[in-house]
């Protein structure tokens, strides 16, 4: 039985996985994920741990010999959100007043009291 890991919505792994899908060929240092995601650089390892394991996120070591993370080859594919229409700021819509709906009686003024209508045609 294999279970396939998800991280919990705005936590840091999910927000470094949605970097990655897009930006697949970029690589992330520590110092990097400490700046990019307020992170805590002593927890980072413990964090990504899950997502390492399951394939997501590749960590490896650079030539510096300092750890850098990257994109999995089990990283689910981007949805294919264009984000520049995602962050596009559009005008706010209107509501729109309801079409009113004709009654079957038409409003109509009320009529004069009939001793009115008497006094007035003498």
Known sequence: MTTTYT???DSMPARVMAFFQ???HEELSLEDITEKFDAT???IHTNLGLAVDAGMLLRE???DGDYIYKA?????????VDMDAAHTRRP???????TPTPSA?????PS???WRRICQTR
């Open 7 to 9: 991280p919990r919505a």
């Open 22 to 24: 897009r930006n697949p």
């Open 41 to 43: 650089r002593g927890n």
């Open 61 to 63: 070591r650079n030539v």
């Open 72 to 80: 999995g080859p089990k990283l689910p594919k981007s949805d294919g």
């Open 92 to 98: 706010p819509q209107r509501p729109q007043a309801p």
């Open 105 to 109: 009686h038409p409003w109509r003024p």
């Open 112 to 114: 004069p009291p009939a």
